[in-house]
């Protein structure tokens, strides 16, 4: 399955050899786009759900729930992302 997804067939066509693999530096780059969308979505929406679901959270346990997942995103981030800390903080304002 990877051999369709990642290997155009000009990479295919690049070695004989079995154990050597050629992949689509494009192809990668849009696997890594999507994945890290749907790691940032996710991080995003766990705590609304969790918000909307728990209908006993206090304030203070919202705000807890809201700054840790706020953390986590941005911890996040900058480990998968290079990113630099203007950028940051204008990502977690917007």
Do not use: W
């Not at 940032?40 to 206090?58: H, K, N, Q, R």
């Amino acid at each position: 399955m990877q051999n369709l997804l990642f290997k155009s067939k000009s990479e295919r066509r690049k070695s004989e050899n079995e154990l050597i693999h050629h992949y689509s530096e494009g192809r990668l780059s849009i696997a890594q786009k999507i994945l890290i969308t749907i790691l940032a979505v996710g991080i995003m929406l766990i705590p609304v759900f969790v918000l909307f679901l728990d209908e006993y959270l206090s304030r203070g346990k919202m705000a807890c729930v809201v700054g840790s997942f706020v953390a986590v995103f941005m911890v996040t981030i900058c480990a998968v992302v290079d990113i630099t800390p203007h950028d940051l903080f204008i990502g977690i304002a917007a």
